[in-house]
């Protein structure tokens, strides 16, 4: 191509040559024929001066011959012919005649003047014998026809020169006319130059990147000598961008330039176009505003700022950050504009460090919240990151002390040190594809915020398990995935971290360091939990002053003029402390005391004692010191000197000790219940060890019975009778003791089969008519509204309960009482069928105390003597109401001591 150029630039050049050359050519020969065209324009106005003269040498000889005819001789006309004949012959300047370089004429006019010699000599002869006797006459003639001739020689030479004239002008014409059209190539070839140079002068002063006026143009301007003045109202406004570097080192250069170009399209939007803008190189721009004020000027910048913000908005990805500063020539009179950009640069520089300090806030600001989104959604990461997929970085929201990445820096570069940090040679390829942007805009995103990936490796022979979790937060144009938080958290060995003191230490360390650097409000918050605050100078024993932040802390106001000895004042306000918390207050009460634990490393004391105010009301203070040294200027010793200074807050833990002795009190009751299940459980073993082996007493004694008195065939029916009866009191001991444990560990499990209500309530009466006859019981049955009888549940458990319930209305009744059951239908859904079952007896009865309390309670029954008397493990009730609560239902009970006792319960069956 630059060969090509060389050869276009060689023929235009050799062309130009050319052209030129023909034109100097052209105009030396129309030069030329200018000359010639003058010689014979001369040349033909002497010709027609001959054929005049000619032609009046005719005329005059004509009349000299007839004067002489007439006998007037007039020699002077002759002399004057002879002498027009010499003039046509040699040139006159007399007679302004020309010498006619015609051979044929200046033949005939020397043929002309020899034979007017001789005419001269005839007229001489009519003078002296008469003109009758000479040949005048015919000579005459003669003469006349050479005269004719000589003038038509003339005129012919003048045709000759006036067609050699007319050739002339068209060789003129012709040669006009080349260098018309060459000076019309020239002209345009000219004009073409002249676009192509005011194209290449517009180039010079263009920057094609932004297609803004570039840094020639703006030094142009800027180099201007005059002097500015107040009246001129100029104002130069300087921009320079704030992150193109990190544009350029983490998307490359391509998209640095596409940043420049976007600002500078944003800019020339948001400026008017009367106004100038540039760009001064780099990331640098400049607008130069005239005949404006200060309000202008800022709501020019304003306009900027929300044309910026607003491009921001549509492009998240890469959005418009700059610093502005301006001056005005009303501010700096007489000065160039030069140095009115380096006042506006300067400015510029001042509001770089404003924009970083809002960056960085709005960035503390955005930090807390995201990791408050972290708190919210339960994860308690050791580090995490704050990752921009668009941008391919990161920045840290938090660090331990032992985190391997930097504050910031590129996305794709951390995940190679994450890499190689935290996978092993089976991992590696698998951790590195999930971490990748690709894998993360496909994986993650609203509906999948989560995305974890576990990880193990060994450091220093011992295996860390860990796991890194991704958190989207938000999406960009595209729909995918914009920024996101990459959390880490580490898995320590539960018998590592409960043996190594130091390990718990350092989390607890590092957990409060990060909790009081995230927390923005931290100190806000530590002064609103305060009821008061003092400030105190310890150097100096001088309590300066004291802050009440509720109306309550008045209460302990001593009414002493401030500044004062601290001392003096923890002095009075021990009359008001309490006896118990006496020695927890002298910790605090003194400034010697205090300086003394700054000195060793203590920089905060908490102390907590009673303290009795006006109203005699006793509350607990939580009174804290916090030290710090300082060096403050002492204007009267005109010197330096350090002071310690303490802020004292005081807080009411009136509550807290309220509900510490409200839980002291609780856990109190639970010792005594637990301890009193304890007692139940060792009671009950007793029992069941009594009851276990009385039976089996009995059985071993029916078998020695039935050996001594094998051929007795009655005493053998009645011992098999009394074993049968003992198996089934062992037998039931069982069946409750199994059913409590499986009840108590939840893992009984509910059948779900066919049965028929009715069928079962008859069976259940069957099974304890027999002991109603016994106990001379009368047992009276009412059923209501029952629809629906065949139901799908437990019919085993059922039976179980209104058997237990059953048995219990005829153990503790009394022999000729009464039982009454009821049945009742409460509900059908279509689906769900509920009961209700009410049983009531006229035995014993409980008291109210009893059935609050320890009724369904294990192992309990509520006279001492009623497992011998009434034969009771103490688990029925309990495991009558885990049934009916594993059934849906509940149960009631309403009892009166002597009169009776009343239980209803509910359940619910499947139709």
Not at 778 to 796: A, D, E, F
Request: glycine share 6%; proline share 1%.
């Amino acid at each position: 191509m630059e060969r090509l150029d060389m050869k276009n630039n060689s023929s235009s050049k050799k062309t130009s040559y050319i052209t030129r050359g023909a034109m100097i050519l052209l105009t030396t020969i129309l030069i030329i024929l200018f000359f010639c065209i003058m010689l014979l324009v001369s040349q033909i106005q002497g010709t027609a001066r001959i054929v005049n003269y000619a032609g009046l040498v005719r005329g005059k000889t004509q009349r000299i011959i007839k004067l002489e005819d007439a006998g007037q001789p007039h020699d002077e006309m002759i002399d004057s012919v002879s002498s027009y004949i010499k003039g046509l012959r040699y040139g006159s300047d007399e007679l302004n005649l020309v010498r006619l370089e015609d051979r044929a004429f200046q033949s005939k006019m020397q043929e002309l003047n020899s034979y007017f010699k001789e005419l001269c000599e005839e007229i001489q002869r009519v003078r002296e014998v008469g003109y009758e006797n000479t040949a005048i006459i015919d000579k005459s003639e003669h003469f006349f026809q050479i005269c004719d001739e000589a003038t038509g020689l003339a005129e012919a030479y003048s045709q000759r020169k006036a067609t050699a004239l007319s050739q002339l002008e068209t060789i003129v014409f012709v040669d006009i006319g080349g260098l018309v059209i060459l000076i019309a190539l020239e002209l345009i070839k000219a004009l073409r130059y002249a676009a192509q140079n005011r194209i290449l002068q517009s180039k010079v002063y263009l920057d094609e990147a932004t297609g803004l006026p570039n840094k020639n143009k703006c030094e142009e301007i800027l180099n201007a000598s005059d002097l500015l003045s107040a009246q001129d109202a100029v104002a130069i406004c300087v921009f320079d961008l704030n992150n193109l570097r990190n544009i350029n080192n983490n998307l490359g250069h391509d998209k640095g330039d596409e940043y420049i170009r976007s600002f500078a399209v944003q800019l020339r939007i948001a400026v008017a176009d009367e106004y100038f803008v540039g760009r001064d190189g780099g990331d640098e721009f400049i607008a130069v505003l005239k005949n404006v004020t200060r309000m202008q000027v800022e709501e020019c910048l304003r306009d900027i700022r929300e044309q910026a913000a607003k491009y921001s908005k549509e492009y998240p990805e890469m959005p418009i950050s700059y610093a502005v500063g301006y001056a005005m020539s009303q501010d700096f009179e007489q000065s160039t504009m030069r140095e009115l950009f380096r006042y506006a640069d300067k400015n510029m520089y001042i509001d770089k460090n404003r924009a970083k300090m809002e960056e960085a806030a709005e960035e503390k600001r955005m930090n807390q919240r995201l990791l408050a989104k972290v708190k919210e959604m339960g994860y308690q990461f050791s580090d995490c990151l704050y990752c921009d997929v668009f941008m391919d970085q990161y920045r840290v929201l938090r660090a331990s002390s032992k985190f391997f990445l930097a504050e910031d820096g590129s996305y794709s570069g951390a995940v190679e040190q994450i890499v190689h940090k935290l996978a092993t040679d089976s991992t590696r390829k698998k951790m590195w594809s999930q971490l990748q942007i690709d894998y993360l805009k496909e994986h993650m995103t609203e509906e999948q915020p989560i995305h974890e990936i576990s990880y193990k490796y060994t450091e220093e022979d011992v295996t860390i398990h860990g796991r890194l979790t991704g958190i989207f937060c938000d999406t960009g144009r595209d729909g995918t995935v914009h920024h996101f938080i990459l959390g880490f958290e580490v898995f320590h060995d539960r018998n590592v971290a409960a043996s190594d003191e130091k390990l718990q230490l350092t989390q607890y360390y590092e957990q409060m360091k990060q909790a009081i650097l995230e927390n923005g409000n931290y100190v806000e918050a530590l002064l609103d939990t305060a009821e008061a605050v003092y400030t105190v100078d310890f150097t100096h024993d001088r309590l300066e002053k004291i802050f009440y932040h509720s109306e309550s802390a008045r209460e302990f106001d001593l009414k002493i003029v401030l500044p004062c000895s601290y001392d003096t004042y923890c002095l009075k306000q021990r009359e008001f402390i309490t006896k118990d918390t006496m020695e927890n207050y002298r910790i605090v009460e003194a400034s010697a005391k205090l300086l003394g634990r700054f000195c060793s490393g203590e920089k905060q004391v908490t102390v907590e004692y009673r303290e009795r105010g006006q109203n005699g009301k006793l509350i607990w203070l939580q009174k804290t010191v916090l030290m710090s040294q300082d060096t403050v200027y002492d204007s009267e010793l005109q010197e330096e000197t350090k002071v310690v200074h303490g802020i004292i807050l005081f807080k009411d833990t009136s509550v807290f000790h309220e509900k510490e002795q409200q839980e002291k009190e609780r856990l109190q009751l639970a010792f005594e219940k637990a301890d009193s299940a304890s007692k139940a459980k060792t009671e009950f073993v007793n029992r069941m060890s009594h009851d276990i082996r009385t039976p089996i007493n009995g059985i071993m004694g029916m078998l020695d019975i039935i050996r001594k008195n094998k051929e007795n065939p009655a005493k053998l029916e009645e011992c098999l009778g009394k074993i049968q009866l003992s198996a089934g009191h062992l037998m039931a001991l069982a069946d409750d003791v199994l059913d409590m444990s499986k009840l108590e560990s939840g893992r009984l499990v509910l059948e779900e089969v066919s049965f028929d209500l009715l069928q079962l309530m008859a069976d259940v009466t069957s099974l304890v008519n027999a002991q109603l006859l016994e106990m001379k019981l009368s047992h009276h049955t009412y059923r209501k509204n029952l629809k629906h009888t065949i139901l799908l549940g437990s019919p085993t458990r059922l039976r179980q309960i209104m058997l237990n319930l059953f048995s219990n209305a005829i153990k503790y009744n009394k022999v000729g009482g009464k039982i009454d059951t009821y049945a009742k239908e409460i509900s059908f859904d279509g689906i769900t069928v509920w009961y209700e079952f009410k049983i009531k007896d006229s035995g014993i009865g409980m008291s109210e105390k009893f059935v609050k309390e320890e009724l369904f309670d294990i192992f309990t029954q509520e006279q001492t003597d009623a497992r011998t008397h009434y034969k009771g493990s103490g688990l029925g009730m309990s495991i009558v109401k885990q049934l009916i609560k594993a059934m849906h239902g509940t149960i009631e009970v309403k009892s009166t001591l002597g009169e009776g006792t009343t239980f209803v319960f509910s359940s619910c069956h499947l139709k």
